[in-house]
């Protein structure tokens, strides 16, 4: 099942030159670019491992290109994504956060089913990858 | 994980902007591409900017007159590679390294060789880290923000200490390298540094030293060249230089360029801070109350003349050219 999860992920996933302009364009509006990444794919999991800290200064989507890749090398299976994040005064929060790599088989999610009195039900969901420990998940993930 | 190319979207619009490539016996007209780009602007204004510096300027034309018939070559259909364009400028202290690389930076911008055209400018102390497994995130932070500009490294020879091997240098030079190597496209390096220890440095570091396409050297400017800087430097700050102020100025520089630790243009900008100092001096401490523009604007011989260049017999060595007004 294929996460969609952050802007564009009802499209293809974009290939390294439509990020790189994507990248370049939250650098034009002066936004700070972060790299991020984890193996847990739940909808709800919305803090993720930092790959380093947010790049204020970067001027060029080149630069920012080299943490991505650095970050994929060293989590070749797991979700990595970059947030831009707009400082401006009324603004001050993520202003676009997409998908750069995800792994290649995406288990899904399973449906739980929890009885409750007067035979109301709650529902949650629990992603088959987090079965396993962290770090171990997607098969040849390394901690 | 390599991404795959985004199937339909992107693929066919790409395909129909491309040309095609023009017959075999077509001809194109040079000054009709060459009004199209602003090469020549950006030429004219590097020659009224700087002056002297021929084999500087010969170079960047050199790189200009390619970007042009590459151009016209991808016109024809045939292969236009963005040609190396990393740097190591040598030259005495004072021949306008610095100053270049900044044109240089712009000027590659206006080419269309580097996307941003900044110009970050490091020494031996941003890149080299203090204790083992520093070096390499501190370069790499360098690098990631010389992305798309030019990184100019000042003083580049005390990257690499002969002497010691466990020097974190080494380490720093080899991150350099293989990303001069591997993002062409993204960015220019420029070493700088004294001549004489540049090329010990590249003796030491082959690899570098192949890596880098233009090897510039920057000659020692001339008295003629030195007082056209004077000139500049006085129009820079607003200051005129009458035509007797200007032969003792020649005079000026014609002895401190017999004097140790002469450093070319910076002398010459010393030079002139000082002669504004005298002036000021001068001008307040007149006996009349009044002052007009003019006589704010003129530097005169008589605030040359008190130089100590002049007044000192060449035996003595001068002290450093900052140091004290006599």
């Not at chain 2, 002056?51 to 024809?76: H, W």
Request: charged content about 25%; some cysteine; overall charge negative.
């Amino acid at each position: 099942m294929r996460i969609t999860q952050g802007t564009f992920s009802y499209l293809p996933d974009l290939t390294d030159e439509e990020i790189k302009d994507q990248l370049q364009y939250c650098i034009d509006n002066e936004w700070s670019v972060a790299v991020e990444f984890t193996d847990d794919p739940h909808p709800r999991n919305v803090y993720w491992e930092m790959w380093g800290l947010p790049m204020f200064d970067v001027p060029d989507a080149s630069g920012v290109m080299l943490e991505v890749a650095a970050c994929r090398e060293a989590y070749p299976v797991h979700y990595v994504r970059v947030s831009a994040f707009d400082a401006q005064l009324t603004r001050q929060t993520t202003a676009l956060s997409f998908l750069v790599q995800r792994p290649p088989e995406e288990p899904g999610f399973q449906l739980e089913r929890q009885e409750g009195p007067d035979r109301t039900i709650r529902y949650t969901l629990r992603g088959y990858a987090a079965n396993s420990p962290e770090g171990q998940r997607y098969g040849r993930g390394e901690g | 994980m390599p991404r795959p190319a985004a199937g339909g979207s992107a693929a066919p619009s790409s395909e129909e902007e491309v040309e095609q490539p023009l017959a075999e016996d077509a001809v194109l007209d040079i000054d009709e591409i060459r009004r199209e780009s602003d090469v020549d602007a950006v030429l004219d204004r590097l020659d009224v900017e700087l002056v002297g510096l021929l084999p500087v300027k010969t170079r960047i034309r050199e790189i200009a007159a390619l970007l042009l018939v590459d151009r016209m070559r991808s016109q024809f259909g045939l292969s236009s590679s963005r040609p190396a364009l990393h740097m190591s400028f040598t030259g005495s202290p004072g021949t306008g390294k610095t100053t270049v690389a900044l044109r240089m930076a712009e000027l590659l911008h206006g080419l269309g060789y580097l996307r941003r055209g900044h110009l970050v400018s490091v020494t031996r102390d941003d890149l080299v880290g203090q204790y083992i497994g520093h070096t390499a995130p501190k370069t790499k932070e360098v690098l990631k923000r010389a992305m798309g500009g030019v990184l100019f490294i000042d003083e580049a020879y005390y990257l690499y200490k002969e002497d010691n091997e466990r020097d974190y240098g080494a380490e720093s030079v080899e991150i350099l390298l293989q990303v001069m190597e591997n993002q062409r496209d993204d960015l220019v390096v420029i070493l700088a540094g004294y001549k004489d220890r540049m090329d010990d440095f590249f003796r030491s570091n082959p690899g570098m030293s192949s890596r880098i396409a233009h090897h510039i050297d920057f000659p020692d400017y001339t008295v003629d060249e030195l007082a056209a800087i004077a000139g500049l430097i006085a129009a820079e700050h607003e200051y005129v230089l009458p035509g007797d102020t200007t032969a003792v100025l020649r005079d000026y520089l014609e002895k401190r360029m017999r004097q140790p630790r002469f450093a070319n243009a910076r002398s010459v900008r010393n030079a002139i801070e000082r002669a504004r100092l005298r002036q000021a001096n001068r001008l307040v401490s007149q006996p009349g109350a009044s002052v007009t523009k003019q006589q704010l604007q003129e530097l005169t011989p008589a605030d040359f003349l008190a130089s100590r260049v002049f007044t000192e017999h060449s035996d003595r060595q001068s002290d450093d050219d900052t140091s004290g007004v006599c």
